[in-house]
């Protein structure tokens, strides 16, 4: 274990190499500036590399053995019956929802753009809305995901609907959100959901009978992204049209005001 480890961290320091590099290059070349901070820089970036290193050794160990130990469990035949019915898979279903919604609600990186959006916004855009509005879209995207490995239905049907369902969404959508949720789709493909997701699709596609890896077991991530899309424009809206609602008139103070 201690030599995948030192493995993991040197090709870590390789990936991180040319980042550096480029700061490296804009800083002293480009800009013609000293580093400010350069000692905490130099720590932070140790960092940095200790915790890439120690995630992506225990994605390898961890993550991904649990995910597709987690989806083997849940489509064996002595377990669910017949792995090729999808009405039978009511379980997988329900991980697949607890476990989207479970890691993106822990997502740094949705996290950070939820405390940005709230603070840009003055307080318009509610942090624990948004994350919730992008975990359900998430943990919804999983479901119809799981549900297309297991009856075999090609992506691209799901792709083109949901994407006419954004394009419409934006033309009624607060104006003023339409951006966020659009980069609410990206930051769901992050350091967290992505390793669960993949290692779920994989697992899923590997145990059930007729159900190739390479085809279907990848796309969940695609759809991770399109989902959060429309559920933070549909909480917009929802917002808005409360909001609407709450402020018109009554039925009787509109007749008074007429009268008058």
Known sequence: MIHELLITFIATIKDVLPILVVLIFFQAVVLRKPVPHLRSVLVGGVYVVLGL??????????????????ARQLTNPDFLGDPTDWSAHGWTYLFAFAIGFSTTIAEPSLIAVAIKAREVSGGTVKEWGLRIAVAVGVA?????????????????????????????????????????????????????????????????????????????????????????????????????????????????????????
């Open 53 to 70: 290193g120690l995630f992506l050794f225990g994605l390898k160990e961890a993550l991904f053995p649990l995910g597709e130990a987690m």
């Open 140 to 260: 919804l995207s999983l479901v119809f995901g799981t549900y297309r490995i297991v009856t075999g239905t090609p992506l691209y049907m799901y792709m083109i609907v949901g994407y006419a369902v954004v394009i419409v969404q934006t033309i009624f959508a607060p104006k003023n959100i339409v951006p966020l949720a659009y980069d609410s789709g990206g930051v769901t493909t992050s350091t967290v959901t992505v390793p669960l997701v993949a290692a779920l699709g994989l697992g899923l596609a590997s145990t059930v009978p007729g159900r190739s890896p390479a085809l279907d077991g990848f796309g969940l991530i695609a759809l991770a992204s399109l989902f959060p899309m429309i559920t933070v424009m549909g909480y917009a809206q929802l917002v808005q049209w409360n909001s609407a609602r709450r402020d018109a008139p009554s039925a009787p103070d509109a007749k008074t005001e007429d009268i008058k």
